[in-house]
């Protein structure tokens, strides 16, 4: 009815049109793809009416999901925990595929040791402007896929936390109540220096669990020592709040010291973070088993991996972190504006379950939802999911939902004692007369289990 070139022309309308076709079909026609070629994931059309369908499709889903590569970190350490002193920043940065020049705006609201608002006034827990404009951006150079790139910094001084605990970052475009996204960050109190130690545990009742959190807190007053009732400690798995134990009291004190020390304090090992790296889009690389550009889209298959059970074996990561890098025949790029996007297609070798299985990492935010959830090929006998992001280094892990909407992270990747793991301890203070939990120190512990 169309020829190619009509359709290429109209792009834009087509687009829209196709999104709706998406959301309402999308998932069915998935599922009828048939991925491979040459032992790799790639999509095989006969019909040309066909291929241009999926085209647009692909192109609905990157304009119906605009903001992308959302991050935010602390510069002082190039740490993925957003955890900072009062004289610190961290920085947020995020792109538009749109390619515009929106105003974005943002404002901060006080959360509780739960993550809950706590319903403090912005005068309460900040000083400065309740909204703040991100006007920061550059627009993508080189790249197949335009954007525009945003950047804030923060605290500054439109906005700034004068009280110390865990924040939400609220990133909108017309109304606060309707934010884009949101992210979660802590201003910290020097008021305690924590350590963090791990060690191997066993649990007959729970044998997934095998790791096992000791806690001290050395206070800078004595007024803690006194109002230890008043002090909580939060501890958690890899920058991930799906793997966290909340509000556990001191088990003990020795001199100015608290102690956390209950068995309960203990967590599931899981497994190493499975990884990729696609800085190069043109040639496969470490765990791309395949990389092509097709009608100006890029396209990155990674090798399949495999379900549990397996042995452990040791393979160094970043903690589910992700890295933005574009490598051009060994010239760095600047990651911010002229890194590209690409369609990753995941696979998983594993036979039907009937639990949901996620694509998850830091870089959705151990968020799991339909984008990053995969979709089982009777045919590959293979779990698949194709997730369009900025190339980099990543790590991601697999998880099941549970019937009550909970993740697990051990399933399908194992369960293992020796498992490297980054663990947080957030220390929380709310003495009597004081109407939030502050966050009084932070400590964290990266080695492996003894």
């Known amino acids: 009815m169309f020829s190619e070139k009509g359709l290429k022309a109209n792009c834009f309308m087509w687009s ?86 929106a105003v974005y705006r943002y404002t901060i609201r006080h959360m509780d040791r739960y993550w809950k608002d706590d319903g403090l006034f912005f005068t309460e827990i900040a000083t400065g402007s309740l909204n703040g404009q991100i ?42 109540s309707n934010p884009l996204f949101t992210r979660r960050f802590s201003m910290m109190e020097d008021g305690a220096i924590v350590g963090v130690n791990l060690n191997r545990t066993t649990d007959a009742r729970r044998p997934e669990v095998n790791q096992r959190v000791e806690v001290q807190a050395l206070g800078n007053s004595s007024a803690l020592m006194q ?13 991930n709040w799906n793997v966290a134990v909340y509000d556990k009291r001191p088990s003990s004190t020795l001199g100015n010291k608290l102690l956390f020390q209950q068995m309960d304090l203990s967590f599931p090992g899981n497994n190493e973070f499975y990884y990729f790296d696609n800085k190069n889009l043109s040639y496969a690389f470490d765990m791309v088993a ?25 393979q160094p990561d970043v903690s589910g972190a992700y890295y933005f890098r574009r490598n051009d025949l060994g010239i760095e790029r600047d990651a911010d504006r002229e890194a590209d996007y690409s369609w990753v297609h995941f696979a998983l ?15 959705n935010d151990f968020v799991a939802t339909p984008e990053n959830k995969m979709v089982y090929d009777e045919n590959l006998k293979k779990y698949i999911a194709k997730i369009y992001l900025k190339q980099g280094f990543y790590n991601y892990i697999l998880a099941t939902k549970n019937t009550d909407g909970s993740l697990n992270f051990g399933k399908v990747n194992g369960n293992f004692w020796q498992t490297e793991n980054l663990y947080q301890a957030y220390l929380y203070y709310k003495p009597f007369g004081r109407n939030y939990d502050g966050l009084l120190g932070y400590g964290e512990f990266r080695t492996p289990v003894r």
């Open 16 to 101: 829209i049109f196709f999104r709706i076709l998406l959301q309402k079909y999308g998932f069915c026609l998935q599922r009828h793809v048939v991925w491979q070629q040459f032992g790799l994931f790639s999509v095989i059309f006969e019909h040309m009416k066909i291929k241009i369908l999926f085209f647009f499709l692909y192109s609905a889903i990157a304009f119906g999901q605009d903001i992308r590569s959302i991050q935010l970190f602390n510069p002082q350490t190039n740490d993925e925990t957003p955890v900072i002193g009062f004289s610190e920043v961290l920085i947020l940065r995020f792109d538009d595929l749109s390619n515009s020049s």
């Open 227 to 239: 109002n230890t009732n008043s002090v909580s400690l939060t501890v958690v798995q890899n920058n």
């Open 135 to 176: 006007d920061q951006m550059q627009y993508s150079f080189n790249t197949l896929q335009p954007y525009t790139h945003y950047t804030l910094t923060f605290p500054n001084d439109k906005m700034r936390p004068k009280i110390s605990g865990n924040f939400e970052l609220i990133v909108y475009k017309d109304s606060q």
């Open 349 to 363: 070798d594993s036979e039907r379950t009937e639990q949901d299985i996620h694509v998850l990492g830091g870089f």
């Open 290 to 314: 395949g990389a092509e550009t097709v009608e100006n889209v890029n396209y990155t298959y990674l090798h399949p991996v495999w379900a549990f059970p397996l042995n452990y074996q040791y």
